[in-house]
């Protein structure tokens, strides 16, 4: 009788142990400029690559895989992994951490030294994002790589809590702010959850939240993004301002930023907080109809 293969909820995963031994061999010490906080704890692993939905034919990009904690699970959930990591260190060590633990999966794995906010070229066309990202560089990175690999359908990113909020967050809401609208340019964002701060080492002073992603089309407009991005940086620059304020600097006028926004349909007295990232696109098609 052939054994069934065991799901992946049986296979190890790193804990505190495995994770402050292979940190120990390379001699790393994390580091909070690298937003390194490695995750201990193998259920938070599972309920990552649960909750990041992924088919198991799909090629996945994970941003900072670190000592390998959440490569392992994704691996076993997925056809391929690209994972890149700025440390070299860390980079040169997940190979052979995969090789010990999931041998025969070893040949499944693109290891990337690289920035994840300049990376402009992968091995392979990845179709899913998840990551437990460095904090201090978390929307950039999302950013720039919805930006530069639309071939990136969905995805799922651990972030400090409050960020997601951000992330997630509507118009008219305290949270919403140039994370929401830039990211509502390229996707649904959603939350899928709270994680404590006891599963990582070192522990950080503060929960992270999960955000999972499906991408869409942008809004429809004559504008493009940068032209787009440019008038939202604007708005939230100010953000107690009105945006016929906010804008006029961007617009060559209050005057001129009052025109854009009636045209656009947009109250020029309403603040940049509360207009969702289709009426930015609309203020920037007004400018460049104006200029045309
Ligand atoms: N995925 C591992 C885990 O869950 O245990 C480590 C996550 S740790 C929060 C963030 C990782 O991102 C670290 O390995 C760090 O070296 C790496 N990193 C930091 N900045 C980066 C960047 N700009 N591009 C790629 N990796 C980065």
Redesign the pocket.
């Known amino acids: 009788m052939t054994l069934p293969e065991p799901s992946p909820a049986t296979q190890p995963l790193l804990g505190a142990t495995e994770?402050r031994r292979l940190a120990e061999e390379i001699g790393v010490r994390p580091t909070k400029t690298?937003?390194?906080?490695?995750?201990i704890d193998g259920n938070t692993i599972r309920r990552i690559v649960a909750a990041a939905n992924l088919d198991p034919a799909e090629t996945v990009l994970?941003?900072?895989?670190?000592?390998?904690?959440?490569?392992l699970g994704l691996l076993d959930a997925a056809a391929r992994v690209v994972a890149?990591?700025?440390?070299p260190v860390?980079a040169a060590k997940l190979p052979s951490t995969v090789a010990a633990f999931r041998p025969e999966l070893a040949g499944n794995l693109d290891v990337v030294l690289?920035?994840?906010?300049r990376v402009r070229e992968l091995p392979c066309e990845p179709t899913a994002l998840v990551?437990?990202?460095?904090?201090n560089?978390a929307v950039p990175?999302v950013l720039n790589l919805l930006e530069h690999f639309p071939s990136l359908k969905h995805g799922l990113v651990?972030v400090q809590d409050e960020v997601a909020d951000r992330m997630v967050a509507g118009p008219g809401s305290k949270t919403y702010g140039v994370p929401s609208v830039k990211g509502a340019w390229y996707s649904k964002m959603r939350k899928a959850g709270v994680i404590g701060m006891n599963v990582?080492w070192p522990a950080p002073k503060i929960s992270s939240g999960l955000v999972a992603f499906t991408r869409h089309e942008p809004p429809v407009t004559r504008a493009s993004r940068e032209e787009v991005f440019a008038v939202i940086d604007a708005a939230f620059a100010q953000r107690r301002k009105t945006l016929r304020a906010a804008l006029a600097g961007w617009a060559g006028g209050a005057a001129a930023a009052e025109s854009y926004l009636r045209q656009a349909g947009v109250d020029p007295s309403a603040r940049g907080e509360v207009i969702d990232v289709a009426a930015y696109a609309r203020i920037a098609e007004a400018k460049i109809g104006f200029t045309a």
Do not use: K, R
């Open positions: 994770i690298l937003g390194q906080n490695f995750v994970e941003v900072g895989p670190g000592l390998g904690s959440l490569t890149v990591e700025i440390d860390l690289s920035d994840a906010m990551a437990n990202l460095p904090y560089v990175v651990m990582f």
